[in-house]
């Protein structure tokens, strides 16, 4: 899914919609081809009870779509300059603010765990935003989330993209401003041809063990099959839920913690550093400043940022804008480094305001970003007794 599911109901629609799609296009594959099965990953047991990642299924060894775009810095490309290396092909939302992240991240940090075999991978996304098509789109994206020579993102006229759309099989729609798309990756060997398709999972938990798995597949069908460095165990890794008791170190405050669970309400702001549109993020969370005042005035439950670290690049820079961020905030900062929190309470996109009372329950929430008023109108209702 894509940017941004804003009605619950509407989401859960285009939800069954991709599940009718999916089931389809594996018809499909299946009417033209017999293909074998994908080789089981390691702890594959493990991995068979995670919900929150893709073990892949087989494409069938189909030659793989050409197509000619051009990239994020306006470059021609086609698929068939790559023949020889392993293509990672995705199809992101340029302006997507939900899973498109989480698949980015999975995707780079796959390559690298194959070490010095990722120079033989090349990873491209295809534009998915059929109302945000120009070369600017897909820059922005690229620079938000630390992509300049790691992939090239692709675009073209619509016409151009729903080719490409209708070759692999991808479902994207627009309806009333809000993109749905298939969050799909496919895996083409060095002959160009589909060798294995991942349709990503909507979990922050997930994002380190689907690199794992992404990674075991693309070494799969490398030549020579390279050792795969830093193994993860593939084990569902526990949301950490409202009501369960939690202490976390506060960002750029040493010896300072955030406690969570029964008995601490908080109002929780879930952001992250690449949301950062024309340097105006910290004015962004210096909402929570003004509403830490009015919290301590009237007894309301304190704010907290959550920084979603499973969706960005982990360097050195990225680390430093967390800690510049928060040193700017007196509301405190802590990182969510494994998901764990944004999965357990109930994060589907980014910015996300969620409301916890004193006894461990969401009170209210909200997908987006909010001003002074509508934040203390809308906090206030949620606390008014009923």
Known sequence: MSSPPRNSKRYLLAAAAFVIFLAAAAAFRAFRSTPRPLP????????????????????????????????????????????????????IDSHCTSICPLMTQSMTEALRFLGPAAARVQIIGINANPSATKISDVAAYTRAHGMQGRW??????????????????????????????????????PRGRERAIYSDRMSYE?????????????ARILPGRPAVQNAVSLAPIPSMKPD???????????????????????????FASWLDEDANLPNKLSVLDRYSALARRRGWPAPVAI??????????????????LAAGLRAPVVEDT?????????????PWFVLISSSGRALWSYDGWLSWGPLERRVGAALRPR
């Open 40 to 91: 089981q990953p390691r702890n594959s047991a493990e991995a068979w009870a995670n919900k929150d990642v893709d073990l892949g299924s087989p494409a069938g060894d189909l030659p793989a779509p050409d197509f000619k775009l051009r990239d994020q810095n306006g470059r021609g490309v086609s698929l068939a300059q790559f023949r020889g290396k392993v293509v990672v092909l995705a199809f």
């Open 152 to 189: 090239r993102f692709l675009t073209g006229r619509l016409a151009q993209l729903e080719r490409v759309w209708r070759a692999y099989h991808v479902y994207v729609a627009a309806a009333h401003g809000d993109i749905d798309h298939q969050p799909i990756i496919f895996l083409i060997g």
């Open 206 to 218: 997930g994002v380190v063990q689907q690199a794992q798995i992404l990674a075991d597949g693309i």
């Open 244 to 270: 369960q008791s939690e202490r976390l170190p506060a960002v750029g405050a040493p010896g300072h913690f955030v406690d969570f669970g029964p008995g601490h309400p908080h109002l929780l702001l879930f």
């Open 307 to 324: 920084d979603e670290r499973p969706t960005e690049a982990l360097g050195t820079a990225s680390r430093v804008r967390l800690v510049s």
């Open 338 to 350: 494994r998901g764990r929190l944004a999965e357990g309470y109930g994060v589907t996109d980014l």
